[in-house]
């Protein structure tokens, strides 16, 4: 009877233990980027003379006349014939990186991909394409297309 007691009051602990951790508040993603618009379109030449970086080199590029990102270059490779990517972490926001690829098509032509993001955020920017040669930096909230895996 003794051991049934023991036995209860042990598994009693172990479940007020685990609710109290379900019950632990999520961590709460700041927003970065709040005073920047949604969209920023930005020129194929700032995107190109960016690349031309070198590792350790400190960088500013302007997207628009407000939001200047600077940063430290951490990589710039060719990965593959077609594929050169770098990554710069960036001086004004801490633990946000900004990654640039230049992929090089088999028609000849240049495209741009990347985005500029922190894991401790809301948001994130991507770069996206539309009409020829035409880039833009999209805001993308994480909320709206992350599913939530904390239950």
Excluded: H, W
Aim: charge should be neutral; proline fraction near 3%; glycine fraction near 4%.
């Amino acid at each position: 009877m003794k051991n049934l007691k023991q036995t209860i009051f042990a598994l009693f602990i172990g479940l007020c233990v685990t609710s109290a951790q379900a019950q632990q508040s999520k961590e709460v993603k700041k927003s970065l980027f709040t005073e920047f618009p949604g969209s920023i379109e930005i020129s194929k030449n700032t995107l190109k003379n960016t690349l031309v970086s070198t590792p350790g080199q400190l960088v500013s590029i302007p997207f628009n006349e407000k939001f200047i990102f600077t940063g430290k270059v951490v990589s710039n490779e060719m990965k593959y014939a077609d594929l050169q990517t770098m990554v710069i972490k960036s001086e004004q926001y801490p633990n946000t990186l900004f990654q640039l690829s230049k992929i090089s098509n088999k028609d000849n032509s240049i495209s741009y991909v990347g985005r500029i993001m922190n894991n401790e955020a809301m948001e994130v920017y991507e770069i996206k394409s539309y009409l020829a040669d035409n880039y833009s930096l999209e805001k993308i909230d994480l909320d709206k297309i992350l599913q939530d895996c904390s239950y």
